[in-house]
């Protein structure tokens, strides 16, 4: 059996509990493709199942958000053949992406356009799905809404922004001053820096508000929607995510809608956004390439909340 390099949790490491080592290499089983990564990108939720030491990945291999090149694949395996590059979202097939090879089944991954860089590819699956699904099925986003985003600048909140836009809204951002150019530079029309104001103090009110990030009362978040608006929450705080996951359905009495999500594998949606990102459209925001040996103190760094967009581990 081969072996590769390979990121692998391991409770006793501190304090990342990543550890970079050798190890088998996957053989992919009949309706799977063996996958050489490319590049992989870093999702908050990694770190938190980490630190939490919950929802560990069966083979200790993190990495959900990858594109590489078609190895080999099952004799069950219609769409791809040896050679193809591809992007793939691997949250609900076992993650690994942390590591120099990966199998995964055909509905985990997409064609990667050519233009559309490996590194870029990789940032793509869970913060574009994320925020597309946010605001297009549970927001429905429509032209000439008034769209906050709470949480602009992280992975989820660059995509965000970019998409409302893409569908027309006006967007306003909120994140700290050091994010503020770049909230502008993605199209948003207006920036809040959360250090200096706060959003619901404001008179505005919003269509939809995404709430990606920070620690606000849901009762601001409701007051700041306009009639018939719509809250998504996204993330954030758990103390936040959990008061909105039991009181949301309550306050969601009135014209005003509360609601949570959780992001889905969809190769539909998938493709729509390396197609957008393909025309530039939407446009990765990468504040940090790292090596795979690097995967600890790349994790320990969005672990402090404040990378700006996304950080993606390179193995070319
Ligand atoms: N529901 C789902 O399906 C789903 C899917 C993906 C992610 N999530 C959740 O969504 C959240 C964001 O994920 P992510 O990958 O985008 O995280 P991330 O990249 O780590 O987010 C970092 C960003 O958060 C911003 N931020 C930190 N504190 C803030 C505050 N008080 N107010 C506004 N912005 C603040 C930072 O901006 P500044 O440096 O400017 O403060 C930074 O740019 C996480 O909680 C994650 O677990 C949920």
């Keep these: 059996m081969g072996k590769m390099k390979a990121v692998v949790y391991n409770k006793k490491g501190s304090p990342e509990k990543l550890i970079y080592c050798e190890m088998d290499k996957p053989v992919p089983k009949n309706n799977e493709a063996l996958i050489k990564v490319h590049a992989v990108s870093l999702n908050a939720a990694d770190y938190r199942s980490m630190k939490a030491g919950i929802i560990i990945p069966k083979k200790g291999i993190f990495g959900s958000d990858i594109s590489g090149s078609i190895e080999s694949v099952g004799k069950n395996i219609k769409l791809f053949k040896p050679g193809d590059e591809v992007i793939g979202y691997l949250a609900r097939y076992g993650f690994g992406g942390l590591a120099e090879y ?18 870029q590819g990789a940032s793509l699956p869970m913060a574009g799905l ?22 602009s600048a992280g992975g989820v909140g660059t995509f965000a922004v970019q998409l409302a836009k893409y569908f027309g809204a006006e967007v306003t951002g909120v994140c700290s ?65 959990f008061k909105s996951l039991i009181f949301g359905g309550i306050l969601s009495f009135g014209s005003k809608k509360m609601k949570s999500m959780m992001a889905k594998s969809n190769k539909t949606d998938l493709e729509m956004l390396s ?10 925001v990468i504040e940090r390439l790292y090596s795979l040996n690097q995967s600890a103190e790349a994790m320990n760094y969005l672990s402090k909340g404040h990378a700006s967009g996304k950080l993606v581990i390179s193995l070319e």
């Excluded at 990966?102 to 590194?119: C, D, G, R, Y």
Aim: hydrophobic share 35%.
């Design 130 to 151: 994320t925020a597309l699904q946010a605001l297009r099925d549970k927001g429905n986003i429509q032209k000439g809404y008034k769209v906050l985003i709470v949480g």
């Design 177 to 241: 001053s050091k994010n503020i150019q770049q909230t502008k530079s993605l199209g948003a029309d207006e920036v809040i820096d959360y250090a200096q104001e706060d959003f619901s103090k404001k008179q505005n009110h919003y269509n939809l508000i995404l709430g990606i990030n920070g620690n606000y009362p849901l009762l601001d978040y409701k007051r700041t929607l306009a009639p018939g608006g719509v809250f998504v929450m996204i993330g954030g705080s758990l103390s936040q995510i």
């Design 102 to 119: 990966v199998t995964a089944p055909e509905k985990a991954l997409i064609a990667k356009p050519s233009q559309i860089s490996f590194v």
């Design 275 to 284: 197609k957008l990102m393909e025309k530039g459209s939407i446009k990765p």
